[in-house]
């Protein structure tokens, strides 16, 4: 690659949006959160999730990377929403472009065995996950998800 042309595989200060699937893994009335092993938002509690690769579409991605980070594995059941997450740095600059589509999911069985970049895992309600995640996105997303989940006729859970 020349010098003059943009690393379009680079995460950090991208030349475009990288398409990543955040999962809203439910059991019963507890979500799945990850704590980040890599940036942004290193060490933070998370909804596990990863970038979208060719060919895969948007619950295949959700799918693998549950597996990848937790082992576990999920149904998943709907769109919840779509969130922008553009972290700038300190000039400013856009060091970050993530177009983060937030999937619902279901997983019946089995505990977390954190991999890949989860340092680890815990099931949560609603309410403690908005207590122990930082990100205001994160937070709504769960509590939107919770409330599409409330909205779903009992026999579609």
């Known amino acids: 690659m020349s010098s003059t042309q943009p690393d379009r595989s680079s995460r950090e200060y991208p030349d475009r949006p990288w398409v ?29 999730g990863g970038a979208q690769s ?26 919840v929403t779509v969130v922008d997450a553009i972290t700038p740095d300190a000039e400013g600059r856009v060091h970050y472009h993530y177009t983060l589509v937030e999937v619902a999911a279901d997983s019946a069985e089995g505990d977390p ?34 409330e599409q989940r409330k909205a779903r006729p009992a026999s579609g859970r």
């Open 113 to 146: 065995i954190c991999a890949d970049d989860a340092l680890e895992a815990c099931w949560a309600t609603a309410d403690e996950a908005g207590d122990l995640t930082e990100w205001d996105e994160t937070r709504r997303v769960i509590l939107m998800s919770a």
């Open 20 to 48: 990543g699937v955040g999962v809203v893994v439910w059991r019963g009335d507890r979500v799945l959160l990850i704590r980040r092993g890599k940036a942004p938002r290193l060490g933070q509690w998370s909804l596990p």
């Open 54 to 79: 060719v060919g895969e579409t948007v619950f295949e991605t959700a799918i693998r990377e549950v597996r990848e980070e937790t082992g576990l594995e999920v149904v998943p059941t709907g769109i």
